[in-house]
């Protein structure tokens, strides 16, 4: 099995900077995509960046240029930078990494258990 685990999230005042960090662990072979979404009340899930094994990064316009996607591979972690955070970027985060458990099963795609992000003054 694969567990993410999500940890950063919090309350800050408009203009501050949070860091989230999503750890996988268990039983995986190799790490493909990873990813960071999030869900606002009362709206679908949507993207917010993903990189790839390769480190490049792909962003949702409403982010660009405040929030930055990185990742460590030897620690199988995904990191997500916010700066200059805005009311509009509360939400609760969740990361999503593509995994394979052995070099002979399929990929699969894993969700962490969310994280909450309050911008507010």
């Known amino acids: 099995q694969v567990q993410l685990v999500e940890s950063g999230g919090g309350l800050v005042q408009p203009g501050g900077s949070l860091r989230l960090s999503c750890a996988a662990s268990?039983?995986?072979?190799?790490?493909?995509?990873m990813g960071w979404y999030r869900q606002a009340p009362g709206k679908q899930r949507e993207l917010v960046a993903t990189?790839?094994?390769?480190?490049?990064?792909s962003y949702a316009d409403s982010v660009k240029g405040r929030l930055t996607i990185s990742r460590d591979n030897a620690k199988r972690t995904v990191y997500l930078q916010m700066n200059s955070l805005k009311p509009e970027d509360t939400a609760v985060y969740y990361c999503?990494?593509?995994?394979?458990?052995?070099?002979?099963?399929?990929?699969?795609?894993?969700w962490g258990q969310g994280t909450q992000v309050t911008v507010s003054s």
């Open positions: 999503n990494v593509e995994a394979r458990r052995l070099i002979t099963t399929p990929w699969n795609n894993y």
């Open positions: 268990g039983s995986i072979f190799s790490i493909g995509t």
């Open positions: 990189i790839t094994s390769g480190g490049s990064t």
